[in-house]
């Protein structure tokens, strides 16, 4: 029996928390057992569920393992991490699921791995394995180039809706691309070409199918207002990454190609309106689509370099600066990294600081923010889009129990899989 004393909770109360075995076996005041770290002044959140990672292992290693990408996500506040298919070979099988799987037995936090959709997927194989969720299913090709057409989309649905899994949607229209914008270089070309219209319109689409064949559809990584009021009007859940609420098309002068990602990023408006809609509750997740690619991969051309900017390290520092501004409330950070993504997700177990769930805890002190930089992050590929902004940064990072990051090192922990 541990107890992190004092800790001001999400919702504002001053409590104890209780650790025994791995959970929080209670919340009040003046517990007894041994003082794990007085909290006084500091606050205590449940660890962020980052529902959407890209982990590259297996087959893109030189990117970013489960081993480096997992301490970042530690040092950041995240405690548990939902893999993407997009890796070689893709999970779309059930081999490929195991042969990921036991490069997850590396990862320091605990973990899911999504199955994907190609033409190539052998539902029954995948389906037979202890899968987090069908996604994210690929409207239009992105990194992997695992685009399918509308008839396997339908079929998925249905499939996904027998299994009773979430299907998550990477909702673009490619028909909708303005082709136009091709004859361009700059790095705003990629905004241009990739438009707002494309998702809204593939949004609409994706929640109208899965409606039909009564599957739970959530949209990734939404990236305007227009996708989540579309995504919200079909009784889809969708989520938003952290460069499309604090990045527009105006950094694109800076950022370059370090800037590329699908969806764009897109109007300041536009970001302003997500933004928004993030701070009074439309927004059900915040997941970051953490995309790392090395730099030399990065410094192309506008239409060579590839898609994806880190983020797994940086998302709850900046939501947690944000809500220290008074932008958006703590119980409102908690709710879209944590308290929804086990819900829609089906994680009993985690979510929340409450009796019986497991003891995944970040503890933070929102006075001391301070600057994010590159260098000081643990991603293998060494470089972040929001260098110089400021982020309120994990003190403890615990996953069931275990003190796997301190501010300056990691524990050796083993995650787990949190389905099986
Ligand atoms: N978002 C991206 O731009 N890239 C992702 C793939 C994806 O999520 O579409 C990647 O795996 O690199
Ligand atoms: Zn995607
Ligand atoms: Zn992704």
């Known amino acids: ?210 409606g039909n064949v009564g599957a739970t559809v959530h949209v990734a990584h939404t990236s305007t207002p227009e996708g989540v009021d579309a995504a919200r009007a079909g009784g889809a859940t969708c989520e938003v990454t952290p460069h499309h609420l604090f990045l527009s098309r105006e950094e694109l002068d800076d950022l370059g190609t370090f800037g590329r990602m699908n969806p764009p990023l897109r109007s300041e408006a536009r970001r302003e309106a997500l933004f928004e809609r993030l701070a009074d509750g439309e927004v059900d997740v915040v997941a970051t689509d953490h995309a790392p690619h090395t730099r030399e991969e990065k410094d192309a051309s506008i239409w060579d370099a590839p898609s994806g900017v880190p983020g797994v390290e940086t998302a709850l520092p900046l939501l947690l600066q944000a809500a220290s501004e008074g932008r958006l409330s703590f119980e409102r950070v908690r709710d879209v990294t944590a308290a929804n993504p086990a819900e829609i997700f089906d994680l009993p177990r985690k979510g929340r600081i409450e009796a019986g769930r497991d003891a995944d805890l970040v503890l933070v002190d929102p006075e001391e923010s301070r600057e994010i930089r590159g260098d000081d992050l643990h991603s293998n590929c060494g470089w972040t889009p929001f260098e110089g902004m400021a982020g309120v940064f994990p003190e403890l990072t615990l996953v069931r129990g275990t003190v796997v990051w301190d501010g300056e090192a990691f524990a050796d922990h083993g995650g787990e899989n949190v389905r099986a």
């Open 1 to 210: 029996m541990r107890v992190i004393r004092n800790a001001t909770l999400p919702d504002g109360l001053e409590r104890d928390v209780r650790i025994t075995d791995g959970r929080i076996d209670a919340v009040g005041e003046d517990l007894d057992g041994e003082t794990l770290v007085d909290a006084t002044g500091k606050r205590l959140l449940p660890g962020m569920i980052d529902a959407h990672v890209h982990f590259r292992q297996p087959g893109y290693g030189h990117k970013e393992t489960w081993a480096t990408g997992s301490r970042s996500a530690a040092a950041g506040g995240v405690t548990t991490v939902v893999d993407q298919p997009n890796t070689e070979p893709p999970t779309v099988t059930g081999a490929a699921f195991d042969e990921k799987a036991e490069y997850a037995a590396d990862s320091l936090v605990d973990w899911g791995i999504n199955g994907g959709v190609t033409a190539e997927w052998e539902r029954e194989t995948l389906f037979d394995r202890p899968l987090f969720a069908l996604g994210e299913v690929f409207l239009a090709d992105s990194t992997g180039d695992m685009g399918i057409d509308a008839e396997l989309f339908a079929d998925a649905c249905r499939r996904a809706a027998e299994e009773d899994v979430v299907v998550t949607v990477h909702a673009e229209d490619a028909e909708l691309f303005d082709e136009s914008a091709r004859e361009r270089d700059d790095a705003d070309a990629w905004s241009a070409y990739r438009t707002a219209e494309a998702e809204e319109a593939a949004v609409e689409r994706a929640v109208g199918v899965g």
